[in-house]
């Protein structure tokens, strides 16, 4: 069943939202977009340009090191769970999706699991949450820190300060911004108010967009407004244009990435136990998916939720 399974792996940002069909899987994340079908190009263009294509147990076991971490720059993070947990759930609403990929992924999510526990606990409790934590809290020394967005990643790093700051939180969306502020107890700047954020000194921003919300304009004001200062983006694409850096206040995805890609030998080791199992577990999922394909057409199981909310 896996030999239907098709890949297509893209660099953030240059895939647009509308060029694939419904029926394809899709998890967007900040390193990479990826697009799983079975046994169909889901594109509406024959031609998809800077991609990379797997197919079979080959994407199959792509997959799952993507959602183990493997594949991120802070390895082992957590936040692919999440993402991929997000993304099926969409999936899994649409009117158009494919049974056969949804038991790929009910699969991948339960391998997904025995493989983190068996091998990954401990490799990296630095996501990109609590490595933005430290910045703020243990060396800038934050009272008050602006959250942008109302994602997951901005649910993560309002966990991560209110125990130690004050937290607000200014996003777009209005109804999840008030279920965030009546769930932690923080308070909100309306998304039409945001140029007032030039005022406030510790903005962590996790949108994500093509188009720039923070411009070299709102970063020179911000920056003669606040002497002690602290801008960390972990939006991407990058939502900021500064030529500002580390050094003057401004922290961006890759120099998280930086401070989290350290890996000691130890951890290397399980690390490389973990992919010699991953590719095991890939050719023994290969033959008992044909199995189960042979013996039933009933292709969804009540399992995949109870797999999912496990992970």
């Not at 190009?41 to 197919?55: A, D, G, R, Y």
């Not at 949108?207 to 602290?230: A, R």
């Amino acid at each position: 069943m896996l030999n239907g399974l098709k890949l297509w792996n893209f660099s953030t940002g240059t895939l647009p939202p509308e060029e694939h069909c419904p029926s394809a899987f899709v998890l967007r994340t900040c390193q990479r977009t990826l697009v799983l079908a079975f046994e169909h190009n889901p594109f509406k263009h024959p031609t998809i340009p800077q991609h990379q294509l797997s197919e079979a147990q080959e994407a199959y076991l792509y997959l799952l090191e993507t959602i183990c971490g493997l594949k991120s720059k802070l390895i082992g993070e957590n936040e692919i769970v999440g993402q991929f947990k997000e993304a099926y759930k969409i999936y899994a609403q649409s009117t158009l999706k494919d049974t056969k990929l949804l038991l790929i992924l009910e699969k991948l999510f339960k391998d997904a699991k025995d493989i983190r526990t068996q091998y990954l606990i401990g490799i990296s409790q630095k996501t990109y949450a609590s490595l933005t934590r430290k910045h703020f809290i243990q060396r800038a020394r934050a009272q008050h820190i602006i959250v942008v967005g109302s994602g997951q990643l901005a649910e993560d790093l309002i966990n991560q300060f209110k125990k130690k700051a004050q937290v607000s939180i200014c996003a777009r969306n209005t109804t999840r911004v008030e279920e965030l502020a009546q769930l932690h107890q923080i308070n909100v700047i309306p998304w039409e108010e945001r140029h007032t954020l030039v005022n406030h000194p510790f903005i962590a921003n996790s949108v994500g967009h093509n188009s720039v919300i923070f411009d070299n304009e709102f970063f020179q004001l911000w920056s003669e407004n606040n002497p002690q200062k602290l801008f960390v983006d972990l939006g991407s694409p990058s939502v900021i244009k500064t030529d500002m850096n580390l050094e003057d206040g401004v922290v961006r995805l890759n120099d998280i990435f930086d401070e989290g890609a350290i890996v000691e030998e130890q951890k290397q080791q399980q690390i490389n136990l973990a992919r010699e199992a991953m590719l095991s577990i890939t050719l023994k999922r290969k033959s008992l998916l044909e199995e189960k394909l042979n013996r039933t057409s009933k292709l969804l199981t009540p399992q995949i939720k109870a797999d999912v909310r496990y992970l």
